[in-house]
């Protein structure tokens, strides 16, 4: 397997450039801005680069590149696989609740003897996440890994788009089959945020809007929280997610975080279920603690890489908006630390997202998640 | 010298392309650096102190919330203590200071169960011993059994202790006053063993006692059982009420209680029947002996809200080796004596013996055939003639009622009449021989009358006017034709409303006549009390006739009586010609008795009364009838 950067603006010259390979290159992936993505130029010239590749990527406020970000490039990455193989598969959703069924769309059309992953990129804002990740389980066995996200927007939560071949769209869903006997994916998820503030009860919410917590407006907690940054909501809210969970099994938590707020009805939409009746904490991040279970996904992933005595590969991040709000410039540090973990034979590129998809993981919870950094690696071995 | 590792990034962002720093690009981003760290410190003040707020919001919930479970805690009817894993008193409300007298100003919080217990002041009047028991049994109770413990405090009081398991690893007691409901499981078994009128032992509680005699039995040791009766009870609680009847009965208890040894025991069984039973009697004849004084004490007067009170007392008497004690056998036993007595007339005491069984059964079985014979009407009755001296002719008949049993043949009306009246078949009988003998006469010629004898009890109903009248009209017999005989102790009771009855009785046209006149009172109250038709005089006056002067002298006056006012005379029993000359003589202005004819079947009625009445001799023809 061979992973390669794409310098963007050296392949707007000439795709010469490139090193010669032993194999052609499979899966392009590309993160990058909702403008520069949507203009199609971009796709035009990874098309001319890698015409048998499958081209796939998502929108974001900040990408992941190596041991930095930016809230402005846009990052691509080429993968050529010596034996394994990619497929890829897209469903357009009407609104949220049409989520679960394109889910299982997706898993029915990807099935199959040999799949061992599957990356998933979803639209941030017009998909329920939870459901999306519920209707991919439901139709793959438990071995399959699933890893992705929601596109993102940054702090405007106003247009998310996925790409797939020469589509650039939202309300898109693609997501990329990984094939073969060599193939070896491992994945972990990490918070670190800290429950603060009394324990809440959800009285009041449908599917993934939130009314009431104790009898009283959501929305007027948070403002009351998040004081002079309520302006800036829903992207400030993100400063506080919500930690849910069953009282019926106190151990199985999710945490969710503000994709929109409703300030005539005094709710919140949030990227996965809010069930009522489940007990809800506030929770808030230090920089430290953050950064630190950063790395301690990053040294996970990588012995589990180790034990199946792989070589090269890719790191795929994916973490949360939130996370890149709460830490601003200190953020590169939650991406430093993965970097020093898993050093250079495993390029990083990823994103933040408005969700980390993260499912059949060997531990921890399975699902959409949020507020978390997410590390997928992906490897050959020989 | 090694930065920060912002620094650090910001240098390297900073970094021209000739290696040398871009300081505006540099100052950008540390300033940058600067103002995220105050927004991210301004952040976490603001949502601590909002926090804050939120919690002493939370805190004054709690509080108030608080304050309702201890409200709600200290009025519990339990005791409630909360212990932690240590085994340290947490919680406890104020009931479980009030049970266990621990005083409210030295708190026991923080102090474990067994200094509790040792500190609380309703064990303190217990000793050493049994303070160290009743705090051992509640410390071992068991948490996971939850099954609750009973124990009784040396100041009387009975609680219940019961503990549960708490998820911290502690535990809950409860613990709640169940004396109130020990006290009420005694009265109920007290209830239960004892007459609520009297509070003497009931039958549950006698058999008990015999029970006990015979577990604690020693060779040789004899008992004795008296079973009482009250003689004339039962007209107390018809003339002067059950109010009145109750009252009595405790006096007669006291007057019991105030005569036995403590060791003995006086029941009351129901009704008017007591029994006592006598412990280590010496001799058979000692319980006789008390039989006598019980009998002696109860025929004296009882003074009852004003009313002075006379009633006998009958006493059945068994006498048993302890060891031999069948608690049903010897309870049969003295009851059957007791029968004995009331048979054998009653204020009288009897030692039961076993021919007494076959007797008793006998009679027993004797008034069950009777209540059958009533029930089938299976009386037969028979008529003797009563003839008119004038005329010559047979003027009525008195109906007898004859019972034929299957075993024993006939049975004299002496003997199963009373027994009718004693067990209230009395009413039904009457109305039974009433109606036959109606129906009967209806087949003689209409001059010849038929009269009924009445018991004194058919008027304890008040109903009999109605009877008789029911029955004259069913049959359509006339009243004139009937006569009822009422005897001298029926007027006796006035208390029945006789007089009353009677005379409505003769508002239907029916004769009343007084049977057996001079055996009674023969007073002549009685006579003017109400106008009878007729007086029939007793055959034990009739019988000495011709040979005592006196009863020539007592029939001579009631004749001449009579005849004054204008009352038909009978007498009854004649049996020879002289007797009837002697009463021809006297002007008696009628006779019946066997000189004419012994009580006959109906169909020989219709014999006689041609032989007498088709040709009326002028000379009465006496004859004897066949047995």
């Known amino acids: 397997m061979w992973v390669e950067r794409v310098n963007l603006s050296d392949i707007a010259g000439s795709a010469s450039i490139l090193r010669p390979r032993s194999s052609p290159a499979q899966l392009v992936m590309t993160f990058g801005p909702t403008r520069s993505l949507r203009s199609g130029e971009i796709t035009r010239l990874l098309r001319t680069s890698f015409p048998e590749a499958i081209l796939f990527g998502c929108s974001t406020g900040t990408t992941v590149e190596s041991r930095s970000l930016s809230d402005t490039n846009t990052v691509a990455v080429a993968i050529g696989f010596e034996t394994s193989w990619a497929r890829v598969a897209i469903e357009r959703i009407a609104d949220m609740s049409d989520s679960y069924r394109a889910g299982q769309a997706i898993g029915l059309e990807l099935g199959g003897e040999l799949l061992v992953g599957v990356l998933v990129l979803s639209d941030g804002l017009a998909v329920n996440g939870s459901a999306l990740v519920n209707g991919l389980k439901n139709t793959l066995p438990e071995h399959v890994k699933i890893s992705g996200g929601l596109a993102g927007d940054g702090a405007q939560f106003a247009d998310t788009l996925v790409t797939v071949g020469d589509l650039a769209e939202s309300g898109l869903i693609a997501a990329v089959g990984l094939y073969g006997p060599s193939l070896r994916m491992t994945h972990e998820a990490a918070g670190g945020w800290d429950e603060f503030g009394p324990v809440r009860i959800i009285t009041r919410s449908d599917d993934s809007i939130l009314y009431e917590l104790d009898g009283k407006p959501a929305l007027d907690l948070y403002e009351t929280y998040l004081g002079d940054e309520a302006a800036a909501l829903p992207a400030s809210a993100l400063l506080y997610p919500l930690k849910i969970w069953d009282p019926a099994s106190p151990d199985d938590e999710v945490v969710r975080t503000v994709l929109s707020v409703d300030h005539a009805r005094r709710s919140m939409k949030f990227a996965g279920d809010i069930p009522q009746g489940w007990k809800a904490r506030l929770m808030r991040g230090s920089f430290e603690r953050l950064i630190d279970s950063a790395a301690e996904a990053a040294d996970c992933a990588k012995s589990q890489m180790e034990n199946q005595s792989s070589y090269d590969g890719l790191c795929l991040i994916v973490s949360c908006v939130g996370r890149r709000l709460l830490m601003g410039q200190q953020t590169e540090e939650e991406i430093d630390v993965v970097y020093s973990s898993i050093g250079g034979s495993f390029p990083i590129v990823g994103f933040y997202s408005y969700g980390e998809i993260l499912a059949n993981s060997k531990t921890g919870p399975s699902g959409l998640h949020n507020q978390t950094i997410t590390l997928t690696m992906i490897s050959e071995v020989a | ?627």
């Not at chain 2, 030295?106 to 609380?120: A, D, W």
């Not at chain 2, 209680?257 to 403590?262: A, F, P, T």
């Not at chain 2, 005849?563 to 009854?572: C, D, V």
């Not at chain 2, 006689?608 to 006496?622: A, H, L, M, R």
Request: one cysteine or more; hydrophobic letters at 40%.
């Open chain 2, 1 to 627: 010298m090694s930065y920060h590792p912002l620094l650090n990034r910001q240098l390297l962002k900073a970094k021209c392309d000739d290696e040398s720093i871009d300081v505006p690009t540099l100052l950008s981003l540390v300033s940058t650096a600067y103002q995220e760290k105050d927004i991210d410190r301004k952040r976490a003040d603001h949502a601590n102190r909002v926090m804050a707020d939120e919690l002493n919001v939370t805190l004054s919930e709690l509080a108030l919330q608080n304050m309702r479970f201890r409200a709600a805690m200290d009025n519990m009817y339990h005791g409630l203590s909360l212990f932690d894993e240590q085994g340290r008193l947490v919680v406890c409300n104020s009931r479980f200071l009030e049970i266990y007298g621990i005083d409210g100003e030295t708190s026991p919080i923080g102090l474990e169960l067994p200094e509790i217990l040792g500190r609380c002041n309703a064990l303190s009047r217990a000793n050493d011993l049994d303070k160290r028991l009743i705090i051992r049994e509640h410390i071992c109770l068991d948490r996971l059994d939850r099954t609750p413990i009973e124990q009784q405090w040396p100041d009387g009081r009975w609680v219940e202790l019961t503990r549960t398991s708490v998820a911290d690893g502690g535990f809950l007691d409860t613990i709640v006053d169940i004396t109130g409901a020990h006290q009420a499981s005694d009265k109920i078994a007290h209830l239960a063993r004892h007459d609520h009128l009297t509070d003497l032992p009931n039958r549950v509680l006698l058999r008990e006692r015999l029970l006990e005699i015979y577990r604690n039995r020693r060779r040789q040791q004899k008992c004795a059982i008296l079973f009482l009766d009250l003689d004339g009870f039962k007209a107390v609680n018809d003339t002067l009420g059950h109010a009145i009847g109750d009252l009595l009965l405790v006096e007669v208890s006291r007057r019991l209680l105030s005569i036995v040894r403590e060791m003995d025991v006086v029941a009351r069984l129901g009704g008017d029947e007591f029994a006592i039973v006598m412990q280590h009697i010496r001799s058979r004849s000692s319980p006789q002996r008390f039989a006598r004084r019980v009998i002696n004490l109860l025929n004296r007067p009882f003074t009852i809200e004003g009313y002075k009170i006379h009633v006998g007392a009958s006493v059945g008497i068994d006498i048993i080796d302890a060891s031999e004690m069948d608690a049903d056998q010897i309870l049969r036993n003295a009851d059957i004596a007791l029968y004995q007595a009331k048979a054998d007339g009653k204020n009288t005491a009897r030692l039961y013996d076993p021919a007494m069984h076959a007797a008793v059964t006998a009679r027993r079985q004797l008034e069950v055939d009777l209540s059958n014979a009533v029930l089938f009407k299976q009386f037969e009755v028979f008529y003797q003639p009563q003839i008119d001296l004038e005329a010559g002719t047979v003027s009525g008949f008195e109906a007898l009622a004859r019972w034929r049993h299957s075993g024993r043949g006939m049975i004299s009306p002496t003997e199963f009449i009373p027994m009718c009246e004693e067990n209230g078949l009395i009413e039904e009988l009457g109305a039974q021989i009433l109606e036959v003998a109606c129906k009967d006469a209806m087949a003689w010629p209409a001059c010849v009358t038929v009269s009924v004898n009445l018991s004194p009890v058919q008027f304890k109903s008040g109903n009999l006017p109605t009877i008789v009248k029911d029955v004259l009209e069913k049959i359509g017999f006339p009243g004139s034709r009937l006569e009822l005989e009422i005897t001298e102790s029926a007027i006796f009771d006035r208390s029945s409303g006789i007089i009353s009855q009677l005379s409505e009785i003769r508002k239907l046209g029916i004769r009343v006549s007084l049977d057996d006149f001079g055996t009674g009172y023969s007073s002549l109250s009685h006579i003017r009390s109400f106008p009878f038709d007729r007086i029939k005089i007793d055959q034990s006056f009739v019988r000495e006739l011709g040979a005592d002067a006196e009863s020539l002298a007592i029939v001579r006056a009631v004749v001449g009586l009579c005849e004054n006012l204008g009352i038909q005379s009978t007498a009854e029993g004649v049996e020879t010609h002289k007797q009837l000359d002697v009463l021809q003589h006297e002007q008696c202005r009628s006779v019946q008795g066997y000189l004419f004819s012994e009580p006959v079947t109906m169909s020989e009625t219709m014999k006689i009364i041609s032989e007498f009445n088709t040709d009326p001799p002028k000379q009465i023809s006496i004859r004897r009838r066949a047995a």
